[in-house]
């Protein structure tokens, strides 16, 4: 099959190349001269097109037809950015751009990648029938981008999948907690942290790219899926296994940071979903992933 990526330098765009390269023709979508395009695997099914979001439309020449359009690619999703409400305004009408190219480049499947951010906080597992109340520009504009993507598709009958993504790890992570956490520990750096108390839900990347993939072949059309482990744990016994992988006498700083007034304390969702549509299953364990993940670090950092 003939598979277009965008943002293909992420986390999740890294791990979804590297699932596919090998039985597919892949198109890597990255931002013109983008730091992180060295990450994207050299291989001979890998077509790596350099192209702005703003200017999807660009690549009807470039790209002959394809099958299915995995849309990952977003601006302002670190930091500040997130509370840019200009920028989040024009993710809505770059994803739309996406869903257009994806009609006339003749892709049967679309997957747009949505937050957990569209929920805004719950003390609760999340599902996709939990309620709506985004609270942030950036979990607004997610939760605008898949509902208007999801009508645009249905006019253009394309199948339209929206996936609700919880916390992911993985090569490639370098701006995330975890990642922040691994570099500190590599260069003997002190890592200040809150005392860890919340409880999340982590998953591999390469999971991820998985349940990205099953969805696009065998999910429901119009159908939102939540993508996690289903696995719940204290954020302070992930940090500690990630510590003692990399070196056991590094002391974290727990404690040294206050929450956030708007902490996220119970992050956890319910897969069943995902796993009665399709065939997913997780086969990564936060040990496994994060042994993988720091070999990442250590020969790219």
Known sequence: MKIIITGSTGMIGLALINLLKN??????????????????????????????????????????????????????????????????????????????????????????????????????????????????PYGIAKYTSGKLSRLYADELNIKHCWTRILSVYGP????????????????????????????????YSGDCAKALYEIAINGVNNQTYIICSGKKRRLKDYLVDLKDCINPDYELGFGKRDYNPNQVMYLTGDISKLEEDTNFRIETSFEEGIKKTVEWFKENN
């Open 172 to 203: 490639g992570d370098k701006k995330t907690l975890i990642g922040s956490c691994i570099n500190a520990i590599l260069n003997n750096q002190p890592f200040d942290t809150t005392n860890g108390d919340q409880v999340w839900d982590y998953i």
């Open 23 to 136: 039985e597919n023709t892949v198109y890597a979508i990255s931002r013109p001269n983008s730091d992180k395009i060295k990450y994207i695997p050299q291989h001979p099914n890998v077509n790596i097109i350099e192209c702005d979001l703003n200017n999807l439309s660009s690549l009807e020449d470039k790209i002959e037809e394809a099958d299915i359009f995995f849309h990952l690619g977003w601006m302002g999703t670190y930091g500040n950015n997130r509370n840019d409400i200009y920028s989040q305004i024009d993710n809505i009408k770059i994803t739309m751009d996406a869903v257009k190219l994806a009609s006339v480049l003749g892709c049967k499947s679309f997957v747009g990648t949505g937050s957990q951010a569209e929920y805004g906080n719950h003390n609760e597992t999340l599902t996709e029938d939990t309620s709506i109340n985004p609270s942030t």
